[in-house]
């Protein structure tokens, strides 16, 4: 089943396993000069930003938790310009991968943007671009190792596992596709607190501070990386548009 990528209405699904495939041939973007203009707008009001490529989603089809996803690439301002300055469907449907993090004491982890970035004291999920880098079998295995460096970078070295009775979660907005990418952890809150602050004296991070609420549930309206959507469906991973869940 081909899925709707220029929807208005953001939407969940579960899949089980993913395939990806992508051609990075010559350069068809039709709005670069327009969306040259807008990033050094941006530059101007915060320096700190940093224009690198990202994977775009061109196609998506799901059929029985298998998905396969089709990627080409571009570059983050051009993702921006689209995102925020365009009334038509998006041309750049940024791949990022979110994770899902549930520790030993029962807390998910969720974090908050720092104000060096292009969103500053957004609540979300650890979690960012799926990079060219990232691509090595073209398989879930892919995803799940991108949101692992991705958890590293953001909050400190845990020691996560995926979760074996859990799917993976497609969300699909009308500027991203995301991959809520679930783990569990043997180490506590307190922990995941500790790494954080060892991460922090280290450098700088992106995000100025680590949350843990108790059960998935306490992530009712906290968006994932780039995706504004109730995660209070995530409390019992079934019903709504989220299906094939294998959790109760």
Request: proline share 6%; aromatic share 8%; net charge negative.
């Amino acid at each position: 089943m081909r899925l709707d990528l220029q929807t208005t209405r953001p939407y969940l699904k579960a899949f089980t396993d993913a395939v990806m495939s992508w051609d990075f041939g010559r350069d068809t973007y039709p709005y670069a000069l327009e969306a040259d203009r807008e990033w050094q707008r941006r530059l101007d009001g915060n320096p700190n930003l940093w224009r690198g490529d990202v994977l775009s989603v061109a196609a998506a089809e799901l059929e029985d938790g298998h998905l396969n996803l089709r990627l080409e690439k571009s570059d983050f301002g051009r993702y921006l310009y689209e995102r925020t300055t365009t009334n038509r469907p998006s041309l750049v449907r940024i791949l990022y991968v979110s994770a899902l993090v549930r520790t030993s004491d029962h807390c998910s982890v969720v974090v908050e943007m720092s104000s060096s970035t292009s969103a500053p004291g957004l609540i979300q999920l650890p979690g960012g671009n799926v990079d060219l880098s990232d691509l090595f079998t073209g398989t879930t295995d892919d995803l799940r190792r991108a949101a692992l460096r991705e958890l590293a970078e953001e909050v400190g070295a845990l020691s996560c596992r995926a979760d074996p009775c859990s799917s993976l979660i497609l969300a699909v907005s009308s500027v991203s596709v995301g991959v809520l990418v679930p783990f569990l952890t043997d180490m506590t809150s307190d922990d995941v607190r500790y790494a954080f602050d060892a991460l922090v004296q280290e450098e700088p991070p992106e995000i100025s501070a680590v949350h843990l609420p108790p059960e998935w549930d306490a992530l009712d309206g906290i968006a994932p990386h780039s995706l504004h959507a109730n995660l209070g469906l995530l409390a019992s991973w079934s019903g709504g548009e989220i299906s094939g869940s294998q959790r109760p």
